[in-house]
């Protein structure tokens, strides 16, 4: 069975940092598309960035040059890298990871930025 764990959500001021990190066990790690989702309450959950099993990432355009999206094969883990936050980056951050017809989801972790 597939399981995905967030983590590094946190209250964080404007203009701050924050590193998420997701834990996927119980499949073939290197071979997913790996993604960073949020949803902000009473908003449709959207995509934040993406990674292919090559590596390749694309990123929404509100957080394109702040965020970073990377994977760790060895050690089954997708990051995203969070810089200059905004308040409007608030919200909880779902970890998704595809192959083919499957699609797995993890439980999120909240991040919020505010002063």
């Known amino acids: 069975q597939v399981q995905l764990v967030e983590s590094g959500g946190d209250l964080v001021q404007p203009g701050g940092s924050l590193r998420l990190s997701c834990v996927v066990s119980?499949?073939?790690?290197?071979?997913?598309?790996l993604a960073w989702y949020r949803q902000a309450p009473g908003e449709q959950r959207e995509m934040v960035a993406r990674?292919?099993?090559?590596?390749?990432?694309t990123y929404v355009g509100s957080v394109e040059g702040r965020f970073t999206i990377s994977r760790d094969n060895a050690k089954n883990t997708v990051y995203l890298q969070m810089d200059n936050l905004e308040a409007e980056d608030t919200g909880m951050y779902y970890c998704?990871?595809?192959?083919?017809?499957?699609?797995?989801w993890g439980q999120g972790t909240q991040v919020t930025v505010s002063s």
């Open positions: 998704r990871a595809d192959l083919a017809i499957q699609t797995f």
């Open positions: 119980g499949g073939a790690f290197r071979l997913y598309t």
């Open positions: 990674i292919t099993r090559d590596g390749s990432p």
